[in-house]
């Protein structure tokens, strides 16, 4: 079992950055593919950014040269570094951590809020 606590969502202004973290319990973390989700209001989960367990990054293209994803295995954490903020990515941003075997081992965060408005 693998539980997941998002932190770092905010209110910015457009052009502005903030970096969201996502703390893992349990054991393995390293056995896991990590990924940034996010639903806006009235529209689908979108995939935003995951990394592999090796460390393969890939980005949907709205967010490609503002995000980062990136992963500490030394701390159970995955990060989504986000610049020049867009009201766009206005949304509730979750964690997944899915294994890289076992598709039974899917987990999901709770969520953290991110609001770019002026």
């Known amino acids: 079992q693998v539980q997941l606590v998002e932190s770092g969502g905010g209110l910015v202004q457009p052009g502005g950055s903030l970096r969201l973290s996502c703390a893992a319990s349990?054991?393995?973390?390293?056995?896991?593919?990590m990924g940034w989700y996010r639903q806006a209001p009235g529209k689908q989960r979108e995939l935003v950014a995951k990394i592999t367990r090796g460390n393969v990054t890939t980005y949907v293209d709205s967010v490609k040269g503002r995000f980062t994803i990136s992963r500490d295995n030394a701390k159970n954490t995955v990060y989504l570094q986000m610049n020049n903020l867009k009201p766009e990515d206005t949304a509730v941003y979750s964690c997944?951590?899915?294994?890289?075997?076992?598709?039974?081992?899917?987990?999901w965060g709770q969520g953290t809020q991110v609001t770019v408005s002026s």
């Open positions: 997944n951590a899915k294994h890289w075997f076992l598709a039974q081992r899917d987990y």
């Open positions: 349990g054991s393995a973390f390293s056995s896991y593919h």
